[in-house]
């Protein structure tokens, strides 16, 4: 009997050919506009050093010593209150459905809050209806338009959540 190891784990340098790969990817299984989205994101190519800022972190689902998704949180770029973005929230489809996205979203929440993140916001397009409904089920609510400066015109669905205890 095979037995897959799945590990969640802080991003190394060395994974940035491998999550770049998971998320532009999905970008094309999903039919997600390219321009104005994280696909054209300068951090897209260079993930490790984009998340090496304070209050920021990164983290990789790997199986089997391949890395197959992660997302990460950094400060709302163009916000100073206390408001943290997830991002870069992709999975390759051999493991999703498995709960280990969801295991990266807790653990990014759970982050956002001992960093001392007032609210939590996500952007993200309406072909990832999965992802959508699991932001909604975590108590996220649908905002009517951008907030920061993510400079991902194309998203067009928006959405916040306060993290009190």
């Known amino acids: 009997?095979?037995?897959?190891?799945?590990?969640?784990?802080?991003?190394?340098?060395?994974?940035?050919?491998?999550?770049?790969?998971?998320?532009?990817?999905?970008?094309?299984?999903?039919?997600?506009?390219?321009?104005?989205t994280a696909y054209q994101d300068p951090e897209t190519?260079?993930?490790?050093?984009?998340?090496?800022?304070?209050?920021?972190?990164?983290?990789?689902?790997?199986?089997?010593?391949?890395?197959?998704?992660?997302?990460?949180?950094?400060?709302?770029?163009?916000?100073?209150?206390?408001?943290c973005e997830i991002q870069k929230?992709?999975?390759?489809?051999?493991?999703?459905?498995?709960?280990?996205?969801?295991?990266?979203?807790?653990?990014?929440l759970a982050t956002a809050k001992k960093l001392g993140f007032t609210s939590c916001y996500i952007e993200s397009a309406p072909q990832l209806k999965a992802a959508i409904h699991i932001y909604e089920l975590y108590g996220f609510k649908h905002l009517d338009g951008a907030l920061g400066n993510t400079g991902h015109y194309s998203c067009g669905v928006w959405m916040i959540k306060e993290l009190c205890d």
């Open 1 to 36: 009997m095979n037995k897959d190891t799945i590990v969640i784990r802080e991003i190394q340098a060395k994974d940035n050919l491998s999550i770049e790969g998971v998320i532009r990817a999905c970008f094309h299984e999903f039919n997600i506009p390219l321009e104005g």
């Open 45 to 83: 190519k260079s993930m490790f050093e984009a998340y090496q800022e304070p209050n920021s972190i990164y983290f990789v689902v790997e199986k089997n010593g391949v890395v197959m998704g992660g997302g990460g949180l950094k400060p709302l770029a163009g916000n100073n209150k206390g408001c």
């Open 89 to 108: 929230m992709y999975f390759a489809p051999e493991i999703r459905g498995a709960g280990y996205g969801k295991l990266v979203f807790e653990k990014c």
